[in-house]
Structures are given as C-alpha cells and as structure tokens.
C-alpha cells in the first residue's frame, strides 16, 4: 500500500468563520444549490454531523462521479478544522482503500479574509497505481466548489 499525499490552498476575502460555516457546517445543504452541476444532494446515513457520522454524497447526473460515502472523523469548530474519510464510492476508482482528508482554514494577514487548506491521503490498494490525472481531479472539484461558496458569500 501506498500513500499519496496531495495538498491545496485556496485564499479567499471571507472570513475564517464564515467560510467555515458555508463549507462545513452548513454545506450539506447549501452545495447542492450553489454547486448542483457537481452535487445533487446529500443524504445522512447515520450520525449527527459530528464524528462518525456517515454521508452519501450523490452527484449530478452529467458528473463522471456517481456517488461518494464520506465519513466525518473530525470536526473542531474552534480551531476551524475538519476531517473526512471516503470510505466508499465511485472516487476509490477500485484501486484505493479510502481516501482521507483533512482540511483547516486560518486567518489571513492580508485582508482579513481567510485561507481554505486542505490536505488529502491518497491510500492505495496493495501495489495499485493512481494516474496524476485521477488526483488532479479532485482538486479541480475542490477548487470549483471553493469558487462557488466565494462567489455566493
């Protein structure tokens, strides 16, 4: 098995708070209206929204992306951090175990705005192989949907 770590930074004029509480703790429903060509809607499985909590992320129709399951692992609105785990779907691609992410937004020197950083575990399956062009792919819809909560704060 191996690990494949890719990390992305995206700054923005919002502030630390409000970022955090358009992706994260309102996101669930907010996405889906703001983003609906990449999520259709998201479905709680089990849990509260806290860590543990089980989500089935279900994409547009157009989207090469069927469905994901997400698990929260954590979730600090104090520090402004956030973890998930993908445990199943379409993005694993049959060549990884999961896929962990962890994201935390700091403040901004510059403008009192904010920087989105986010850090994902690419784990792979015994000897597997993930192409550059697979990773890439979920930073593009990373940073699309950054893009969108930015222009509709």
């Not at 784990?123 to 950054?146: P, V």
Request: charged content about 30%; aromatic content about 8%.
């Amino acid at each position: 098995m191996a690990i494949i770590v890719q990390d992305l930074e995206f700054r923005s004029s919002i502030s630390q708070s409000r970022w955090f509480s358009a992706h994260i703790l309102d996101g669930d429903n907010l996405l889906p209206k703001i983003v609906p060509e990449i999520i259709k809607d998201v479905e709680i499985l089990e849990g509260d929204g806290g860590p543990g909590t089980i989500k089935l992320i279900h994409f547009a129709e157009d989207n090469q992306l069927k469905n994901i399951k997400h698990r929260v692992d954590k979730l600090d609105e104090d520090s402004y951090e956030y973890s998930y785990s993908i445990i199943e779907g379409d993005a694993l691609m049959d060549v990884l175990k999961v896929i962990s992410c962890d994201i935390k937004i700091v403040p901004s020197a510059v403008d009192g705005g904010s920087i989105f950083k986010m850090s994902n575990k690419y784990h792979t399956k015994g000897d597997a192989q993930l192409k550059e062009e697979d990773i890439n792919f979920g930073k593009e819809y990373t940073l699309a949907i950054c893009k969108a909560i930015e222009a509709y704060l």
